[in-house]
Nanobody, 124 residues
Framework: QMQLAQSGGGLVQPGDSLRLSCSVS????????MAWFRQAPGKEREFVAA????????RYADSVKGRFTISRNNGKNTVYLQMDNLKPEDTAVYYC?????????????????WGQGTQVTVSS
């Protein structure tokens, strides 16, 4: 059974940085399109970033472009989300998702497996 294990997150001040990690239990991460989504209280889960399988092509939501970076460590079977210059509006539970297709979906329904979620709170 495929499992995605997340780590990272926490409480930071505006302008700080955080790195989230998501490790895949089966297969090799380069074979999957990996994405990060987030969900704030009372809101729907929204797309943040994705990296396409077998390539380094990535895609970002406009709200995080230039501040967040998604990357992959094939040897560790792990995908990362480096978040810089964090803002209060970035506060949410962040989830990593996995899909086999070689395209990005900004719809959460396009991902078959999910991590457990990790809280990111940006507050002064």
């Amino acid at each position: 059974q495929m499992q995605l294990a997340q780590s990272g997150g926490g409480l930071v001040q505006p302008g700080d940085s955080l790195r989230l990690s998501c490790s895949v239990s089966e297969g090799t991460i380069i074979s999957f399109t990996m994405a990060w989504f987030r969900q704030a209280p009372g809101k729907e889960r929204e797309f943040v970033a994705a990296i396409i399988r077998t390539s380094s092509t990535s895609r970002y939501a406009d709200s995080v472009k230039g501040r967040f970076t998604i990357s992959r460590n094939n040897g560790k079977n792990t995908v990362y989300l480096q978040m810089d210059n964090l803002k209060p509006e970035d506060t949410a539970v962040y989830y990593c998702g996995l899909r086999v297709a070689g395209t990005v979906s900004t719809d959460p329904g396009g991902y078959k497996y999910w991590g457990q979620g990790t809280q990111v709170t940006v507050s002064s």
